[in-house]
């Protein structure tokens, strides 16, 4: 992409152990979600779309089902978002978004993940200045003018559009996610989205390599592997 932004770690290598912390990931959110906008993906447009996310991430229909259905059911744990900041090797900007029933416990376990890779967990708004909280599309089309029209006409916000190997990118406030991702269903038939999500961009990118990617690494793997974590967003360029 000509503009770095950071998806779910889809390139997580298939083994079960990894796709259960995936699934149990999506399985907490769409609990979370449905649970505070109804079950309903018709009337509950964020869980719609997490649910669309989740099958593309070919997360089991079982998976999904026992999470709306415990939603439903009223009972179960309450879960909070808890979101950290600071510094990981290399001087990277890092947010680390959670979902947990036990705050101190997840402070815990995302401090470590800073403290044995020799980085800082810093302040809450100590780097978040530093992004944007922006919605993002991405799909197979060939016309940026097309796309941006459509937008305009439906009176979207748009804060970018690049076009590069066949595919759009689309950025826009994620106040305006729901009225962008309508509009680009309404324009464009048998619309497919490889991204359809609502993410933190970094405003500038920090350049890594040698021994402080190889800690960094270490860092993503060790966030990415705490339960109560849901996405790691920096700013690392490799």
């Known amino acids: 992409m000509g ?43 964020a869980l719609r779309s997490l ?10 229909a079982h998976v999904i089902q026992k999470a709306i259905d415990k939603a439903e059911g009223g009972a179960g744990e309450d879960f909070a978002v808890a979101r950290y900041e600071g510094y990981a090797p290399g001087n990277v900007m890092v947010i680390v978004d ?15 993940c800073f403290v044995k890779t020799k980085s800082k967990i810093g302040t809450e708004g100590s780097v978040m200045h530093m992004f944007d909280h922006s919605a993002i599309f991405v799909f197979a089309h060939d016309d940026e003018e097309a796309v941006l ?35 680009l269903l309404d324009s464009f038939e048998g619309i497919e989205f490889d991204v359809d999500e609502i993410q933190f961009i970094p405003k500038v990118m920090t350049q890594i390599s040698g021994e402080d990617k190889e800690m960094f690494d270490k860092f993503m793997e060790m966030a990415n592997d705490q339960d109560d974590v849901q996405n790691v967003y920096h700013n690392a360029e490799f």
């Open 149 to 183: 029209e459509a937008l305009m006409m439906a009176d979207v916000d748009v804060t970018d559009i690049e076009h590069e190997d066949g595919k759009i990118t689309v950025f826009a406030p994620q106040q305006e996610y729901f009225k962008a991702k309508q509009a």
């Open 51 to 60: 649910l669309d996310r989740a099958k593309r991430d070919q997360v089991p």
């Open 98 to 112: 959670c979902l947990t029933d036990n705050p101190n416990r997840t402070f815990g376990e995302v401090r470590q």
């Open 3 to 45: 503009r770095a932004f950071q998806n779910r770690k889809e390139s997580m290598a298939k083994t079960s152990d990894q796709n259960a912390k995936v699934y149990s990931k999506y399985s907490r959110e769409i609990y979370v979600t449905a649970k505070q906008g109804g079950p309903e993906p018709e009337s509950n447009l």
